[in-house]
């Protein structure tokens, strides 16, 4: 026999946690743990440069951020020109942060190539099919789930592409002695590493509702939607950000293999292979 259908005031919305000054001193609490568990774990990067501090700068600037965007946003959903100056800013964030951390040089722009290739069409086709409507309360928050998913996958992919190449710069060269052309090369030796970049979406993917319940799901459901409803909402961005990451992962091995992306630094297979563009 069916289960009853629940009530519509079960689904009523309601804040997930309260806006109050305990709210305020449990996040810094938080924040201060996560800076002093990484100072006390010497947590650093490759150049030796402690998380630490970036840990507390990113919280900080989070609070900033999402404090000026909940105002923000109410003014621009309210004309189109707005609505897609806004994306266009969240677009070039995005490209911007993926670029600086995947390389240090001027060739960061090019990470807007994956990025866009992977966004674009899955949001050209909901405004198509009518399936999202050109309005901010819609288009703002997949939009961004989308470019935050094509920016994790370009960064992931990049930055492991490079240090790949960098590290086993020999086999490079081996594969160029052996007749295969620098695009090959370097395709042998980072397109396994690339295809990591794909694991995070992909574990998120296959354990949605037994680990996790994403953002759009529990959002939908303290918005008001049914559990049917914000399931099928969270099964379409879950598909839509593998096809986004899918692309852009595809698109940043491909750049680095033909040089588009890299670094200054390396080895001398390394500055052949990687840094060629330097001189152009």
Known sequence: MAAPPLPAESFAAEPLLPVNPTLGIVLGALLVAAAGVAAVARLADHDGRGYARAIGTA??????????????????????????????????????????????????????????????????????????????????????????????????????????????????????????????????????????????GLDQTRTVGLVTLPGAFVGMLLGGASPVDAGAVQLFVLVALLMVQAVAVALVLELVARGRLHRRDGGPAASRTLGRAEGE
């Open 59 to 200: 919280g900080l600037r989070a609070a900033v951020q999402l404090a000026a965007v909940s105002y923000v946003i109410g003014w621009v959903v309210r004309a189109v020109p707005l609505l897609l100056g806004f994306i266009a800013l969240m677009f070039a964030v995005a490209v911007r942060t993926a670029g600086r951390r995947i390389t240090a040089n001027r060739t960061w722009w090019w990470a807007a190539v994956p990025i866009a290739a992977g966004v674009l069409p899955v949001v050209a086709v909901l405004l198509l099919t009518g399936l999202v409507p050109l309005k901010g309360i819609a288009l703002i928050p997949i939009t961004g789930i989308l470019i935050g998913g094509a920016l994790t996958a370009t960064v992931l992919a990049g930055r492991r592409c490079l240090d790949e190449l960098h590290s086993r710069y020999g086999e490079v060269e081996a594969g160029l002695a052996l007749g295969l052309l620098e695009r090959e090369a370097r395709l042998e030796v980072a397109r396994p590493v690339a295809s990591d970049a794909l694991l995070p």
